[in-house]
């Protein structure tokens, strides 16, 4: 039984491992982590090789089909593509104008690559969980997690960006002086000025971490749950209980991955809407 969970806790342990690349203490040269141990030496300047080409991929998949479509649009009978690009367009355009209450052309391209871009980050745990880390470890590649945003770093890159851009329509919209006079003089006057900073000050820098937390926790947690279900499969035996335990992993594994749909898209429009929400309040005098 010991031997059992000690290989179930390598089995998590090593899908939640992601491919670092990066140099360890007293070595000149950068390489492949082959353990946690290693990953964790390498510091903060390693990459996680996985979440940037993964992410990459799915970003340029965006941009070609996109892109096709536009290219390919006709003014007659559309097109299965054309037909779906123009509903996403559609969808993200009456998002933008139910929350974007201001002027800027950015907003809605942003919005639109936001939500493409985590979508289909987030599909990528629909995916059966093995797949991709067997396929790559006959290739030689000892970890590969394939959700991109079960790694924080690509969440918080992303949220940071946001942050960077509500930051700078901010000061563009309102001036150097109006930013600050919002950060210390709201909501109790000068008199308040030091709750006035403690108070604008977390709500400031709470944006981009909700934003990122709330993606990678939810991310994390399914991710894990499919795990599980599929440890459950590995503890098949060839019996009668056996037999109930891997069917039960199937229905498991079926229905957790229809109501995952759900959540994925949900997590998409959450980021983009939120994105959305902050950068109107950058634009607004006072919020």
Known sequence: MSGEAHTSGEYIKHHLQNLTYGPLTGEESAHVAHSAAEAKEMGFWAINLDTTIIAFVLGAVFLFFFARAAQRATTGVPSGLQNFVEWVVEFIDTSVRGSFTSRNDMVA??????????????????LPIDYLPMLAGALGVPFLKVVPTTDPNATFGMSIAVFILVIYYSIKIKGLGGFVGELTLQPFGKLGLPANIFLEGVNLIAKPISLALRLFGNMYAGEMIFILIAIMGASA????????????????SLGWAIFHILIVTLQAFIFMTLTIVYLDMAHQEHH
Do not use: K, R
């Not at 035996?237 to 498991?252: A, K």
């Open 109 to 126: 391209p942003l919005a639109l690559t936001l939500f493409a871009w985590v979508l289909l980050m987030n599909l990528m745990d629909l």
């Open 237 to 252: 035996s060839v019996t009668l209980g056996g037999s109930v335990l891997f069917g039960s992993q199937i229905l498991l």
